[in-house]
């Protein structure tokens, strides 16, 4: 009996890409097992958030399975760079979106992300925007503020939202289900501490 050998990483990138393109849920899974410790640890080395670095990780997932499913990775041999350097790039658009975002601690004058300022009486926005405003303004990730504020706020509709985030519908309700989830732990801890 002949042992294989040990494929080397690029031939096994390519192995499962062509595996993920052929419709392969396993390949999908296996791809997702190789490179997910490797590519935690290289988002939370930078930033430090334990949340945030769950929600960027799952966007480079639904991205990079995006680009091999449309058959658009230039280089399958290197699939492992090319999700590494996706986590990254994703960790910086956050952060490059959370700078020109909202919810500062100077509540006189915040932007909403679309240049519309709060006025710091929230007369105009009745008592319970005033009953949610503080634990909205600790959340830690700026996305799931400016989607709460937009969606639940300004009635912004999903597929606008999906537009201006560059979600699918799909990801769009999970990035939601997770900004609402967080939304509630802070709230319970702000209204603890009255």
Not at 15 to 31: H, K, N, P, W, Y
Not at 76 to 89: A, D, E, F, P, W
Not at 133 to 150: A, E, F, T, W
Not at 178 to 186: G, I, L, S
Request: hydrophobic fraction near 35%; aromatic fraction near 12%.
């Amino acid at each position: 009996m002949k042992l294989q050998q040990e494929k080397t990483e690029e031939e096994y990138s390519i192995f499962l890409v062509d595996r993920i393109l052929l419709g392969s849920q396993s390949a999908e899974t296996d791809m997702v097992k190789r490179y997910q410790s490797k590519l935690f640890r290289i988002v939370f080395a930078k930033s430090k958030d334990t949340d945030l670095t769950r929600e960027i990780v799952q966007e480079t997932w639904a991205i990079t399975l995006q680009k091999i499913r449309n058959a658009k990775l230039l280089n399958k041999g290197s699939l492992g760079g090319y999700i590494y350097k996706t986590g990254i790039n994703q960790l910086k658009m956050h952060y490059r979106s959370r700078n020109k975002v909202s919810f500062v601690d100077n509540i006189d004058f915040q932007e909403t992300g679309d240049g519309q300022a709060l006025s710091s009486s929230y007369t105009d926005y009745g008592p319970l925007f005033e009953s949610v405003y503080k634990p909205l303004s600790q959340m830690k990730v700026g996305r799931d503020r400016q989607l709460i504020y937009h969606f639940y706020f300004e009635g912004v509709s999903k597929s606008e939202l999906c537009e201006k985030f560059e979600l699918s519908s799909e990801h769009f309700d999970r990035v939601l289900y997770r900004a609402r989830e967080r939304f509630k732990k802070a709230w319970h801890i702000s209204n603890d501490s009255l």
